[in-house]
């Protein structure tokens, strides 16, 4: 039976991002992070797009809005100190008709109220950032870059454990007993006690709060997103990161073109049910995670408002050809050959019972406990700063 000070269950980048900022708030901490895989990062950080995002989107005043902000900025502070790459290559939002250029401008006020450096431009500029790019407007976000999160996630992982703390790999919990003054995880490598717990399960957020006894604000259904890559000899058609002009009505930001601080680029994703949590091929099929998706009152919610959104994702999903067309939409000279799959993610979606998407971070606490219950995106992006906000929190309560 081991002991620690703090046990975090969840070893993506947000969990070890708030391990690391307890250690810079209190050194001497003995904190354990439990990750249920062979390595860290290996869900959603490790399948990440990439993107350093800028805050562009996200309502004013909201958590993802404040802590993208101040999160990219810890972020590039982070990688510049343990020297990790990353590239402020910018971003176009374009829009390719009248109907998309109205909207446009909504998304730019949303830029400057969350004080975002960004520009409308005409179509000359818009030529002149990405000459094969098909649109009438554009926003211009030059701070908006490329990173690798699983890299990020991998340091901070060295750090943790030469900081005398540690990281247990293939530590699944699977049962976590509460007492009055601490926590006991039963996990695949042993017993834990613990004087606080956190948890940040990501894809499993939902059931690990679960397990702790609580009721989970934000159910968790996941969804897998197909990519594309560009073969070499078509890379010359994207500069940076071209974004469409999101439909206000859906929860998903559209199949765009991602530059890879590795080097290519990619393209995607669309967003489809995934059969299972770690469903990241077609194939991939788990009875409890369909049945627990399809009888989520919100899910059914969602997919009746959106089924013909939902059907055109489907339709992509198994059909190269309208791939390409919803990305010839933003780069016409794309072709089917220019195109070679590319390994697909899952995202955690949080949906309302409502049928409305959860768009905003979810933490919840108790005593000597602090919940991880959604965090969307920009949440690698954001992840040093919901690291710090989840430590002082838990400061709070020592």
């Not at 969840?10 to 439990?34: E, F, H, S």
């Not at 998304?107 to 000459?131: A, F, H, S, T």
């Not at 990173?147 to 293939?170: F, M, T």
């Not at 309208?322 to 993610?345: C, M, N, T, Y």
Request: glycine content about 10%; proline content about 5%; charged content about 20%.
């Amino acid at each position: 039976m081991q002991k620690c000070d703090v046990a975090i269950v969840g070893g993506g980048i947000v969990g070890l991002a708030t391990a690391w900022q307890l250690l810079q708030q209190t050194p001497d901490l003995k904190i354990i992070v439990l990750e249920k895989e062979s390595e860290v990062a290996a869900h959603q950080t490790g399948h990440n797009s990439g993107v350093l995002h800028s805050g562009v989107y996200y309502r004013p005043g909201s958590l993802r809005a404040e802590n993208c902000r101040l999160g990219k900025l810890a972020m590039e502070q982070f990688c510049q100190h343990q020297e990790i790459p990353f590239e402020l290559c910018g971003k176009v939002i374009v829009a390719v008709n009248e109907d998309e250029q109205s909207r446009l401008h909504e998304i730019y006020q949303r830029g400057q109220q969350n004080g975002v450096n960004c520009e409308m431009i005409d179509q000359v500029r818009l030529k002149e950032l990405e000459p094969h790019v098909a649109g009438i407007a554009a926003i211009h976000v030059p701070e908006a870059g490329i990173i690798d999160y699983k890299v990020v996630s991998q340091r901070l992982a060295q750090i943790i454990i030469e900081s005398g703390s540690n990281v247990w790999l293939n530590a699944e919990v699977t049962e976590i007993q509460r007492q009055s003054n601490r926590a006991t995880l039963v996990s695949t490598q042993g017993e834990l006690h613990c004087n606080y717990l956190i948890t940040c399960g990501g894809l499993w957020a939902d059931r690990v709060i679960e397990m702790s006894g609580e009721k989970p604000e934000a159910p968790i259904v996941p969804f897998r997103g197909e990519f594309f890559v560009l073969k070499p000899e078509a890379e010359h058609l994207c500069n940076g990161l071209i974004y469409p002009v999101p439909d206000p009505g859906f929860p998903f930001l559209g199949v765009h073109f991602t530059k890879m601080i590795s080097g290519g680029v990619e393209c995607g994703p669309n967003a489809v049910l995934a059969f299972s949590r770690s469903g990241y091929r077609k194939s991939d099929f788990n009875i409890k995670d369909l049945s627990q998706a399809m009888t989520h009152v919100g899910f059914l919610k969602l997919a009746a408002k959106h089924w013909q959104t939902g059907l055109g994702e489907m339709w992509r999903s198994w059909n190269k050809g309208a791939f390409v067309k919803a990305l010839q939409r933003l780069v016409p000279e794309i072709d089917s050959e220019h195109l070679i799959a590319a390994p697909a993610g899952v995202r955690a979606q949080a949906l309302g019972r409502d049928g409305k998407l959860l768009d905003d971070f979810v933490i919840q606490e108790s005593e000597r406990i602090i919940h991880v219950g959604n965090a969307p995106s920009p949440a690698a992006t954001a992840s040093l700063n919901i690291g710090k906000l989840i430590a002082e929190r838990l400061q709070k309560q020592m």
